[in-house]
């Protein structure tokens, strides 16, 4: 179901007002500031994709700005990639600025300061994750942050194409299918992630991807192992435990997160396997290794959007058509 606010209702003399606490209620904490002396109608259409929010966004000239105290306020935990289909946006953040041109998209970090100035009528669509759906290291997510990433071919132009046709389908997807797609959004935005560190960060030696791919290999054999941990890893190799945690620096992700997803994902295949229903939340949580039924289902809600036993039910059982998106939840 689509969520819409519009101001075209509203009063003019009242529409800048509505339209600050709209942006901030649907987003973050954010300072909004009109460009033109009679604010046009404007609007914001959402979705719900677990733990995505696609938006998308329609309104006049204006500027934003994430200041410190605003972080102070919350949100900071989000990341937005916005997708700009007509207008042109500039993003400032961390000493930095990007121009986006229609077709282009770029990636702002709620827990730092930016500002984004919009000089002319525009369109983009928004997608807000909580940082712990991302899955990514503070180095990855810095290699996104703004950084123009234009749809000229390569990862970025598969990227684009992906979340184009995720918002546009949006409004129509089954719950347990829309978690999933979202899902994919994020390995897409992983693996741009992944590649620009590939160019600006040297080359591992092939003595250390042999010894990752060694580490990875035992990791997966003893993934039901509630004691797996780096000292049980490095032990089993008889090397220091400085040294793992070294050779996993260049798979962008610490040893202990990378064993997380790797269990959670094994979880996810077996709540989704035909007869799951059998087995209870806990008893697959323990057979790959989680200790607490609790920690997992927080952890599994924060990678997936959706609780384990939701998961398991819309897996189980003919999902409810959700109400299609209407014509405007589409850019031209």
Same mark, same amino acid.
């Given at each position: 179901m689509?969520?819409?606010?519009?101001? /075209?209702?509203?009063?003019?003399?009242?529409?800048?007002e509505y339209w600050h606490e709209a942006i901030s209620r649907t987003f973050i904490p954010l300072d909004v500031?009109?460009?033109?002396?009679?604010?046009?109608?404007?609007?914001?259409?959402?979705?719900?994709?677990?733990?995505?929010?696609?938006?998308?966004?329609?309104?006049?000239?204006?500027r934003v700005v994430r200041s410190r105290s605003l972080i102070a306020r919350g949100g900071?935990?989000?990341? /937005?990639?916005?997708?700009?289909?007509?207008?042109?946006?500039?993003?400032?953040?961390d000493g930095r600025q990007v121009l986006l041109r229609p077709g282009a998209f770029a990636v702002?970090?709620?827990?730092?300061?930016?500002?984004?100035?919009?000089?002319?009528?525009?369109?983009?669509?928004?997608?807000?994750?909580?940082?712990?759906?991302?899955?990514?290291?503070?180095?990855?997510?810095?290699?996104?942050?703004?950084?123009?990433?234009?749809?000229?071919?390569?990862?970025?132009?598969?990227?684009a194409t992906y979340l184009g046709?995720?918002?546009?389908?949006?409004?129509?997807?089954?719950?347990?299918?829309?978690?999933?797609?979202?899902?994919?959004?994020?390995d897409l935005l992983a693996a741009l992630a992944h590649e620009r560190r590939g160019r600006s960060a040297p080359e591992a030696p092939e003595s250390a991807l042999a010894a990752l791919a060694r580490f990875k290999d035992y990791i997966l054999r003893h993934l039901g192992d509630p004691g797996l941990g780096p000292e049980q890893i490095a032990g089993a190799h008889h090397l220091s435990v400085r040294y793992l945690h070294k050779v996993f620096q260049y798979e962008g992700v610490t040893v /202990?997160?990378?064993?997380?997803?790797?269990?959670?994902?094994?979880?996810?295949?077996?709540?989704?396997?035909?007869?799951?229903?059998?087995?209870?939340v806990a008893?697959?949580?323990?057979?790959?290794?989680?200790?607490?039924?609790?920690?997992?289902?927080?952890?599994f809600r924060a990678a997936y959007g959706v609780s384990p036993r939701e998961w398991l039910a819309d897996t189980a059982l003919p999902a409810v058509h959700a109400v299609p998106a209407s014509a405007s939840d589409v850019p031209g």
């Open positions: 689509s969520v819409v606010l519009d101001t /075209t209702p509203i009063p003019v003399t009242e529409r800048a500031s009109l460009l033109e002396g009679m604010p046009s109608a404007a609007s914001i259409t959402s979705h719900r994709l677990g733990s995505l929010q696609i938006s998308l966004v329609q309104a006049g000239p204006q900071e935990d989000h990341i /937005t990639l916005a997708l700009q289909h007509r207008g042109t946006a500039r993003l400032v953040q702002s970090d709620a827990g730092r300061p930016f500002a984004k100035e919009l000089p002319e009528p525009f369109v983009f669509t928004a997608f807000h994750w909580p940082r712990t759906a991302v899955g990514m290291s503070e180095e990855e997510l810095r290699e996104l942050t703004v950084t123009a990433f234009e749809p000229d071919g390569g990862t970025a132009a598969l990227v046709r995720l918002a546009r389908s949006a409004g129509s997807l089954e719950p347990h299918i829309a978690s999933r797609l979202a899902a994919t959004a994020l /202990t997160r990378w064993i997380q997803r790797q269990r959670l994902d094994m979880c996810r295949r077996d709540l989704a396997r035909p007869g799951a229903g059998q087995a209870t008893a697959v949580a323990g057979r790959w290794g989680f200790v607490s039924a609790s920690h997992f289902s927080r952890v």
